[in-house]
């Protein structure tokens, strides 16, 4: 019995060295197996798997900052509403004869039915004008709708237009200094739909446009350093919310930064009636002032230093019967308000008069002999 057991021991002791030199070996083969792969995968200089894209951790091209977002997405909410101008004017000359002048500008599309806000120089005398979408969609056959004898403003209406993109219009009178702006243009009358971005650095500034016999004086201008090129006129400046609070129209000849954009309150008033399907003219309240600042306040030793003081250095302040004169309102006041809107801090009287139509009746306030006074104004059309 004992020389059987031992037997046995033996034969138990062989198998367990050979199954445990089975695992030894079959381990070695998974470790130089897996350092092959290891040095195939990773350290062969000859190994044709692509090399991935090293990526970065919160991409600063792809994380748009907040400026950087908002101006992107009012580029992308209202660039399909704005429109290029190609304009051809002709033009006759003792030298060179008959000749043929293109001229190029930007506008806003105002209403689906093709109705379109730009500036009165972009278009004014030109005997054929062309618009062109975002889109790259051409409209040739467009005819000036209406003319602003008071304001660089025009409109225009492209026939059998259906269901264009139409642009926020926004409120001028509540601009702030400092406010964040863009702008989108015809830039050089070259680059379709550029974009550019600043802020409101003014308002209330007066400025002459043209050269030669052709100076217009243009009031109430908002003064911005988004950058305005040859080509941007009649394009939309933009709050941060995409809404149209200004008209582009001129650049300050000789400086850098200083752009200005007529109040988008002073087209509301003709819009309105071309909306409503109404002959358009521009209301009138018939009175000549001078706008009132602190060097006005004191040259004509005034109570206030914001406001307008009817008056005319020749010639009557009032219009004989007109709009004002029927009211009340006499040389020597001061306009205050124009339905409750301050006068200066939140725009010029015409401005503010031409976001109403002929006949709409508006309140004024007036200081007169130290009293404030309140009279009811119907408004006029110009030239009647």
């Known amino acids: 019995m004992t020389n059987k057991r031992k037997t046995q021991r033996k034969r138990f002791g062989v198998i367990h060295i050979i199954v445990l030199s089975f695992f030894v070996l079959l381990t070695l083969i998974w470790l130089i197996a897996g350092a092959f792969m290891i040095y195939r995968s990773v350290l062969s200089p000859n190994d ?24 992107s997405s009012v580029y992308e909410k209202v660039s399909p509403s704005v429109v290029s101008i190609v304009t051809k004017t002709k033009t006759n000359s003792f030298y060179y004869g008959a000749s043929t002048m293109e001229g190029a ?31 790259g969609d051409v409209y040739e056959d467009v005819s000036i709708l209406a003319l602003d004898p008071l304001n660089d403003i ?17 409120d001028s009178t509540t601009v702030k200094i400092g406010q964040r702006v863009i702008a989108i243009g015809n830039s050089l009358g070259q680059y379709q739909n550029t974009v550019t971005s600043g802020i409101i650095s003014g308002k209330g500034r007066p400025i002459n446009t043209g050269s030669g016999e052709s100076v217009e004086r243009l009031m109430d201008l908002i003064q911005t350093d988004a950058a305005i090129n040859p080509g941007n006129s009649g394009g939309p400046l933009l709050n941060s919310q995409g809404q149209v609070i200004g008209i582009n129209t001129a650049v300050a000849q000789g400086a850098e930064g200083i752009g200005f954009a007529i109040p988008v309150n002073a087209s509301k008033g003709i819009l309105k009636q071309i909306l409503d399907g109404k002959k358009p003219g521009r209301s009138y309240m018939g009175v000549r002032y001078i706008p009132i600042d602190t060097q006005i306040s004191k040259e004509y030793k005034l109570p206030v230093k914001n406001g307008a003081l009817i008056y005319a250095k020749s010639g009557k302040s009032v219009v004989k019967s007109g709009p004002a004169d029927k009211a009340g309102l ?29 006949g709409d009746t508006i309140e004024v306030a007036v200081l007169r002999d130290g009293k404030t006074k309140l009279f009811k104004v119907t408004l006029g059309a110009y030239g009647d």
Do not use: C, W
């Open 48 to 71: 044709n798997k692509l090399t991935e894209h090293q990526t970065v951790h919160n991409d600063g091209n792809i994380l748009d900052s907040s400026d950087e977002a908002t101006v």
């Open 154 to 170: 025009a409109f225009l209406k492209i026939k059998d237009a259906k269901d264009l993109p139409v642009a926020n219009i926004g």
């Open 105 to 135: 500008g930007t506008g806003i599309i105002v209403g689906a039915d093709g109705y379109v806000l730009t500036n009165k120089h972009v278009v004014d005398g030109a005997n054929a004008i062309a618009v062109v979408m975002n889109s």
């Open 330 to 358: 006499t040389e020597g006041d001061i306009i205050t308000k124009i339905n409750n809107i301050e006068v200066g801090k939140r725009g010029g009287v015409s401005s503010l008069v031409a976001e109403y139509a002929p």
